[in-house]
């Protein structure tokens, strides 16, 4: 960046880490990869920087690259290479004063990831349908549809449990 624009670029990111550093962990549900989802992110925004800071709501912008990037992990060969014949267990929780939210996070990252980004989307970011949609680049349909089935997945999940925070209509996600 010749135009001077590398200081803006980097007072943003610097303001920005902590904030995208949250989304990212509540889609991958791992510091590490939150990490490199920020990591990746970041290297398209600076490609893209010139274009990105005339967007007219940026941090909406680099949301949406972020939640994009997550979705589409998945698609990209090397997300299917394994170091291990079987995943390893989780580590298991202890019972003794367990939180909630530990328990919804932990049944988060069994829900597919689309739904996990609507679902994070819309009651951790309160995100209206729209807004999702735009996002996400799908209808509200979709987003309708995944929220859905991504809180059906969730009650399942978590079984008759009674959470505090929890209602049917919308978990705590935070």
């Given at each position: 960046?010749?135009?001077g ?11 920005r880490i902590?904030?995208l550093r ?10 590490h990869r ?6 990746q992110t970041?290297t398209?925004?600076?490609v ?5 800071r005339a967007a007219?709501n940026l ?5 949406t690259m972020?939640?994009?990037?997550y979705v589409?992990?998945r ?6 290479v ?13 019972h003794?004063?367990i939180?909630d939210?530990?328990v919804v ?7 597919p ?6 679902l ?5 970011y309160?995100l209206s349908v729209?807004?999702a949609a735009a ?5 509200t349909g ?6 859905a089935r991504g809180l ?12 505090v ?7 705590t996600?935070?």
């Open positions: 960046m010749r135009d624009s590398e200081q803006e670029y980097v007072d943003y990111v610097t303001a902590p904030a949250r989304l990212a962990f509540l889609l991958a549900g791992d510091e939150a990490d490199d989802l920020v990591q970041i398209k925004l600076y893209k920087w010139r274009h990105a007219d941090d909406g912008y680099v949301r972020l939640v994009r990037t589409d992990e698609r990209l060969g090397w997300s299917r394994r170091l291990f014949r079987e995943a390893p267990e989780p580590p298991a929780f202890q003794d004063g939180e939210r530990q996070r932990a049944a988060l990252r069994q829900v990831r689309r739904q996990q980004a609507v994070v989307l819309r009651f951790f309160d729209e807004d996002m996400l680049g799908c209808s979709t987003v309708k549809s995944q929220t059906a997945t969730l009650r399942r999940l978590l079984g008759e449990r009674e959470l925070g929890y209602s049917r209509a919308t978990p996600l935070n």
